[in-house]
Nanobody, 120 residues
Framework: QVQLVESGGGLVQAGGSLRLSCTAS????????MCWYRQAPGKQRELVAG???????NYADSVKGRFTISRDNALNTVYLQMNSLQPEDTAVYYC??????????????WGQGTPVTVSS
């Protein structure tokens, strides 16, 4: 099995910054893709940012220029640096990873979520 553990959420004022971390552990051959989703109250879960094992990234339009995703492959960890936070960024942020547990078998895993609250 694979476990994802997130940290770094909290309460911040508008314009502030937070850095989220997510570390994967367990039986891991390679992590192909790591990303962050978020879900605000009453809304659907949405993709915020993702990063592939080779380093290429993708972002939701709403966070481009403000958020930066990065990863440390040696530590099986992905980070989300969030700057210029706004109240509309308030949500529970979930880490997601597509993990190859062997060369031929992969699966999708979720973290438990970490809440981010941005006050105006």
């Amino acid at each position: 099995q694979v476990q994802l553990v997130e940290s770094g959420g909290g309460l911040v004022q508008a314009g502030g910054s937070l850095r989220l971390s997510c570390t994967a552990s367990g039986t891991i051959f390679i992590i192909k893709y790591m990303c962050w989703y978020r879900q605000a109250p009453g809304k659907q879960r949405e993709l915020v940012a993702g990063i592939r094992s080779g380093g290429s990234t993708n972002y939701a339009d709403s966070v481009k220029g403000r958020f930066t995703i990065s990863r440390d492959n040696a530590l099986n960890t992905v980070y989300l640096q969030m700057n210029s936070l706004q109240p509309e960024d308030t949500a529970v942020y979930y880490c997601n990873a597509y993990v190859l547990r062997t060369r031929d078998y992969g699966d999708n895993y979720w973290g438990q979520g970490t809440p981010v609250t941005v006050s105006s």
